[in-house]
């Protein structure tokens, strides 16, 4: 289970300040990042989510060097990530907060069968993804003006809860293995009412796990963590050294993943960046995806410049 981290520190940094010098330089590297809240923006409607230019260049730059792999690792399942994120082929995705991999052919060529993967759901977590998606619509049809958006929790829809303290719609985001409730920009108290409700869920099943995020609730019933994504990239890729690039408190459990490695001499270097203000055990903060894409374009030249002066 994640845990929320506590410590305020590091101090923010500007992205030239950021220590690149042991990624720019690794024999091997693998970039990993997250998407939403990295990559691009964070939106009031997840669908309309995408890269921020600059960041979208760089990726694709990083992508095309030699002794250089681009992951990203998402709690979006992995079909809706490459279709918004319009990432290179080559990058390889892990989406569903760690259960889903697409790590491309020359990972399967490996012969390890792990690589690609999208699990079926079995039986119990079936019943406990339509028990959450009964009780998410059981709130819904609680709410006045309810009866304008029917059917609106059986996909990714909008109720509208006619709260007078401000905007109150909310989005039920389905998932292969989870429900995400988005809740940015609705009246405080009808956010704090719709948590509540979903996390009640859990009484009744407790092996639903409740992921916590920026303005989201979302209910899964895989128990993979971003963490578990960073092990397997590790073991496909045999990078010499990690970046992990993350804002909300999932990317914990990648940014502890990196320190595993790195403490257990599985990486020769590893480097964790959070993104935003939150709490964190990354050992870098920058400000945003805006820093992310400055990052990203000095992490490029620089490692451009390393391979073209070490190996021609």
Known sequence: MTSKPTVLSPAPSAPAEVALRDLATA???LLALDFDGVLAPLQDDPSTSRMVPESASAIAGLAGLPRTRVALVSGRDIATLRRLSEAPDSAWLIGSHGAEAELGSDAARKGTSSLLRSPELTPAEAEMLAAIDTHLDAFEHTLPGADEHPGSAAAMGAVDSGDADGPSDFLIERKPYSRTVHTRGIAPEAAA???EHATEVVAEFPD????????ITELA???ATKGDGIRLLARAGEPT???????DVTDEDAFAAIDELTDSRALNAGLTVKVGSAPTRASWRIADPAAVAELLGRLVAERAEFLRT???
Request: charged share 20%; hydrophobic share 40%; glycine share 14%.
């Open 221 to 223: 019933v895989k128990q």
């Open 208 to 215: 639903i796990r409740v992921i916590e995020g920026h303005d």
């Open 193 to 195: 009412a719709l948590h």
């Open 241 to 247: 050294a990690m970046g992990y690039l993350g804002d």
């Open 310 to 312: 070490v190996h021609g």
């Open 27 to 29: 024999d091997s590297l």
